[in-house]
């Protein structure tokens, strides 16, 4: 791959690679310069970005299928926290787009989205904020294969193993509750009997793998936003 223009952005410790080959500028984290060799003053920001990245909390927000958590994490969002996307609703809406009409139904879907949520995991690493929400975690899916009735894939086992090992997310895990019925979707196709069910597996997968979990109760986008906030 050909490397041209280093150059810094005026975020602290980002960088822009521009990768003439793609014809498109990538943003890469500090910690991988090395693969483009070393200049003067990056040391520096490479340290910076391994002291945002030892500070900063990984918080998880969950809660079974139309909880209301999607609306949550876009409220943190627009209040200025660094987020991180859910990863399955982009699997699903990229296989239905492919033909796929229920790809839940499909082994292989785990993986694909336990993949899909590592990229996006370690592309917020480049992140500065000091409190991250992560919409959704690999816990989710674990929950998720448990419930589906699928045997937990090796994939799935290493990346539950290094999360907890390496202590990625904060122990405290924000579950929303559900709000008492479900809107489908073409992404969520899903009893209102179904989402209790596979709420309360999802919940104690949550705690047999060593998190805390904070009840996020009903109530108004700014009440549940604002019980988040408390415990920051």
């Not at 040391?43 to 030892?54: M, S, V």
């Not at 694909?112 to 899916?141: G, I, K, Y």
């Not at 290094?162 to 196709?189: I, Q, W």
């Amino acid at each position: 791959m050909k490397k041209h223009a280093v150059r810094l952005s005026g975020k602290a410790g980002r960088l822009l690679i521009a990768v003439s080959r793609l014809g498109t500028t990538s943003q890469i984290c500090p910690k991988d310069i090395a693969i483009f060799g070393t200049r003067s003053g990056l040391t520096d920001i490479g340290r910076r970005q391994e002291h945002f990245q030892a500070v900063m909390k990984r918080y998880i927000v969950t809660g079974a299928p139309g909880a209301g958590k999607t609306a949550v994490i876009r409220q943190l969002e627009f209040d200025g926290f660094s987020v991180v996307e859910e990863a399955a609703t982009d699997v699903i809406a990229l296989w239905q787009a492919k033909g796929i009409v229920e790809p839940w139904t499909h082994p292989e879907f785990i993986d694909a989205v336990v993949n899909l949520q590592r990229t996006r995991e370690r592309r917020a690493d480049c992140a500065t904020d000091l409190v991250q929400f992560h919409d959704r975690s690999v816990v989710c899916t674990a929950a998720l294969a448990d419930y589906l009735g699928f045997a937990r894939s090796q994939n799935l086992q290493r990346e539950l193993h290094r999360v907890t090992t390496e202590s990625v997310f904060d122990r405290r895990v924000f579950f929303l509750k559900n709000l008492g019925f479900v809107t489908p979707t073409d992404a969520r196709r899903i009893t209102y009997e179904e989402t209790v069910r596979f709420e309360l597996i999802h919940e104690q997968t949550y705690r047999d793998i060593g998190f805390d979990i904070t009840l996020i109760d009903r109530g108004s986008l700014s009440e549940r936003v604002k019980q988040i906030k408390h415990w920051l």
